[in-house]
């Protein structure tokens, strides 16, 4: 039972040995200039994803508190406070005529 669940990694389920008959056909530079070229995308991707959150957090770091107090409102973490809110904006968008803009 030991020597069954060994042989598994061969190659024969898709794993390297499945990569390197792929290149032999198309040739090998080719599907290893693949690989290296996905990595290295993938490499800046993270990059800019990374990038993109500290820039993120550094512009909305001074709006934090505001945020916060517009989700507990969203999330009727404090129900009293959410309804008032709910039927002050619904009494605005009532009082506002259907044709006027703002």
């Keep these: 039972m030991a020597s069954g669940g060994g042989g598994g990694n061969t190659g024969a ?3 390297p ?3 390197l008959s792929l ?3 198309l040739g090998l530079s080719l599907g290893m200039g693949e690989a290296t070229g ?3 995308e993938e490499a800046a991707t993270a990059e800019a994803v990374g990038r993109l959150a500290t820039t993120l957090w550094l512009r909305l770091r001074s709006w934090e508190a505001v945020l916060a107090a517009a989700q507990r409102l969203l999330v009727w973490e404090k129900p009293l406070h959410s309804l008032v809110t709910a039927a002050a904006l619904n009494g605005l968008f009532c ?3 259907r ?3 703002l």
Excluded: D, Q, V
């Design 17 to 19: 040995g499945m990569g």
């Design 95 to 97: 009082i506002i005529p």
């Design 23 to 25: 290149g032999l056909g």
């Design 99 to 101: 044709g006027a803009t």
């Design 38 to 40: 996905e990595a290295e």
């Design 13 to 15: 389920s898709g794993g």
